[in-house]
């Protein structure tokens, strides 16, 4: 094996690393040579657990010379349990954990090539006491505001793509601080999916919820002036209540893609209409997941879907792909979901607004998707 030529050694290194990843720690044992090989490709991706020995473990590797640590391009903490959203005692850290954790995150200095960084955290809202303080935390929270005060204080190399999955909506002073922004600044890629507590009803009122989309995300959003891509994903609608401040621009976005947003044109500075026709000279990929436009309490509807994906059209003239998803629902109106507000309970979906434009809608997305088409075949 060791008389194989290094290209050769390579080529076998990559095709098992493909197969699967877990076998590149058996294949360096086979020769010194495969050793040197298979080396990098282990350490390019590392995955980091919510437990102390995982915790242990990455700081160890920070400690394993340049040979080690210029090996790793890309972080990844995964704290959500494997049986999804049934978690147990078994699935927490707690405190032992959070300290082991943040000792280990406090050293991603030392990865002078590290490029991707992604958050998993635990796919759990631990309901709290209502009250915008949030005095009663949990792990969850705790372990996710720990981490990122380590990261302001012991900041990572310059990032060009940054996950964050399952962020609790709760409020804190540490996004608006300087020290945390300036992680966003150099980044092409931003990933952030937010978990709200949207079991309760007349949750669209609790003060956390609508102080963390209000002034929270816009606060991290607006030094990530550098974006090409940019992916923002809530379980709860969002937009209106709790609204969304989107007077930013990213001067080089050219992929957007939202879950859950409401689009209202009651007011300009929270229009996420508005939002994405600002970015038409960059657009080339959008995505809307399971969003909807508004109608208010009176459930007028001033601006229906029909009329938004004409806008669209004409306003986006580099735009080469577009995904809609439709909202659940147990009628069929299409992608397009319409929605009012019952005030102090929920969000309600109108069906009978959604069933009266249907027709209007699937024109328009026709006339829509007909124009992209054209674009993208006349492209190079």
Request: net charge negative; with cysteine.
């Amino acid at each position: 094996m060791s008389n194989l030529p290094v290209e050769l050694l390579l080529a076998i290194a990559h095709w098992v690393k493909d197969l699967d990843s877990s076998l590149l720690f058996n294949l360096r044992l086979v020769s010194k040579t495969l050793n040197a090989v298979a080396a990098p490709l282990v350490l390019r991706a590392v995955t980091v657990g919510d437990d102390v020995q995982s915790a242990d473990g990455f700081a160890c590797l920070q400690a394993g010379g340049a040979a080690t640590t210029n090996a790793v391009q890309e972080v990844v903490f995964q704290g959500n349990p494997a049986q999804g959203h049934v978690w147990g005692e078994e699935d927490i850290s707690g405190e032992a954990g959070r300290a082991a954790l943040c000792i280990a995150f406090s050293g991603l200095a030392k990865f002078r090539n590290l490029r991707i960084l992604r958050f998993e955290f635990h796919n759990y809202f631990h309901r709290l006491r209502d009250s915008p303080t949030l005095n009663d935390t949990s792990h969850f929270l705790d372990l996710q505001l720990e981490l990122f005060a380590v990261l302001a204080a012991h900041p990572p190399p310059p990032l060009v793509s940054l996950t964050l999955i399952n962020i609790t909506a709760a409020p804190h002073s540490l996004y608006i601080s300087e020290a945390f922004q300036n992680i966003f600044r150099p980044l092409r890629t931003l990933h952030i999916s937010v978990i709200c507590d949207n079991q309760r009803a007349g949750a669209y009122q609790q003060a956390p919820l609508c102080d963390f989309w209000e002034v929270s995300v816009p606060s991290v959003l607006k030094s990530a002036t550098c974006l090409t891509s940019l992916n923002i994903r809530s379980d709860f609608p969002v937009g209106v209540r709790p609204a969304v401040p989107m007077t930013i621009h990213f001067p080089a976005l050219t992929v957007l893609s939202l879950r859950n947003f409401i689009l209202d044109p009651a007011h300009a500075d929270y229009d996420i209409l508005e939002f994405i026709v600002r970015h038409k000279s960059t657009l080339t990929r959008l995505e809307l997941d399971e969003c909807a436009v508004y109608g208010g309490e009176p459930r007028t509807y001033p601006r229906p879907w029909h009329a938004v994906l004409h806008r669209l059209r004409d306003e986006l003239v580099g735009l080469h792909t577009l995904h809609l998803t439709p909202v659940e629902s147990y009628v069929d109106p299409g992608p397009f979901g319409y929605l009012a507000l019952l005030p102090g309970t929920y969000y309600l979906e109108d069906y009978q607004a959604a069933t009266e434009a249907k027709d209007l809608n699937k024109a328009a997305l026709q006339s829509m998707m007909s124009t992209v088409y054209s674009r993208r075949a006349q492209d190079p």
